[in-house]
């Protein structure tokens, strides 16, 4: 079974290979702007929640995909264009076949955009990723006295 730190791992090994995307980081929303600078085209996970059902974990991610607008505006709709097909591209990756048997994704809502959001004017798309895990952890296995 994956990981919390595995699956942040795979987000960001996507966002890095991903020619469109400049920079990956993992935090609360108000943390984009905070630890250092974003280096152009972004992609940002926000830890939602995990929960169990019977033997399936489920951790659920907002992933943020997003770049800068001029001052002026005029690239606005080209900036949610390009990172409307960037997150269409995670998304597909994320639901690759190789992938199937660690996990399997829910997306639980469409993808929605945002415009002149943190201090800089980012621009871009939120969507809602659930990673379905299988749980095969047995009694004899948990750790101990």
């Known amino acids: 079974m994956l990981t919390l730190n595995q699956l942040i791992s795979k987000l960001e090994t996507i ?60 690239n606005e709709t080209e900036v949610l264009s390009d990172q409307l097909l960037t997150a269409t591209d995670v998304i597909t990756l994320l639901d690759d076949e190789i992938n199937a048997n660690d996990y399997t994704i829910e997306l639980t809502s469409s993808l929605e955009p945002f415009t002149e959001r943190f201090s800089n004017e980012w621009t871009g798309w939120t969507c809602d990723v659930t990673f379905k895990l299988n749980y095969l952890s047995a009694l004899c296995e948990v750790p101990t006295i």
């Open 15 to 74: 966002a890095t290979n991903h020619k469109q995307i400049n920079d990956f980081g993992f935090g609360d929303l108000w943390e984009v702007e905070q630890n250092r600078p974003l280096r152009g085209a972004a992609m940002w996970a926000v830890l939602r929640n995990a929960g169990r059902d019977g033997k399936i974990l489920t951790i659920s991610f907002t992933l943020v995909f997003m770049d800068l607008v001029n001052p002026d505006e005029r």
